[in-house]
């Protein structure tokens, strides 16, 4: 749904400016590694949690565990702190992640060529035709 909304917006205007969001594309690339991190981020934020005899579920409490907040019954806000905190270490963590360590990687993707870049036309079949016919080929 959101990608027909986009599609069909009017250039320069609604969803097309929101996408086109500075912020919203630097946070792309971190998107990957937020994904890949929350989850450890999660399980050591709720141990570190019970540890302290804080127990943050997304269900009501039960009769032996306490909640850091709650606001007229509801653990709601407890929850939406805990989902801010894990989002912003998960963050931290993937920046981190990206600078130090996969930007390098990424780097060495252009010192290898793809067999269709050796050819010269970007066609992986081409490039194994051309070698089949040359006198070394089989």
Same mark, same amino acid.
Do not use: N, Q, W
């Given at each position: 749904g959101m990608m027909v909304?986009?599609?069909?917006? %009017?250039?320069?205007? #609604?969803w097309e400016r929101v996408f086109r969001n500075r912020i919203l594309i630097g946070f792309g690339k971190y998107s990957y590694g937020i994904y890949m991190i929350h989850i450890l981020?999660?399980?050591?934020?709720?141990?570190?949690?019970?540890?302290?005899g804080v127990?943050?579920?997304h269900l009501p409490a039960g009769p032996l565990s306490r909640g850091l907040?709650?606001?007229c019954g509801s653990r709601t806000p407890e929850v939406l702190l805990y989902a801010a905190t894990v989002?912003?270490?998960?963050? #931290?963590l993937a920046f981190l992640s990206w600078h130090l360590y996969e930007k390098r990687f990424l780097?060495?993707? %252009?010192?290898?060529?793809?067999? #269709?870049?050796?050819?010269?036309n970007g066609d992986p079949e081409a490039s194994g035709r051309a070698a089949s016919?040359?006198?070394?080929g089989s």
């Open positions: 909304l986009v599609m069909t917006a %009017d250039r320069g205007r #609604g981020v999660m399980k050591c934020l709720r141990h570190l949690l019970s540890l302290c127990y943050v579920e907040i709650e606001v989002l912003a270490v998960s963050s #931290g780097r060495l993707k %252009d010192r290898f060529r793809s067999a #269709g870049a050796l050819s010269g016919r040359s006198p070394g």
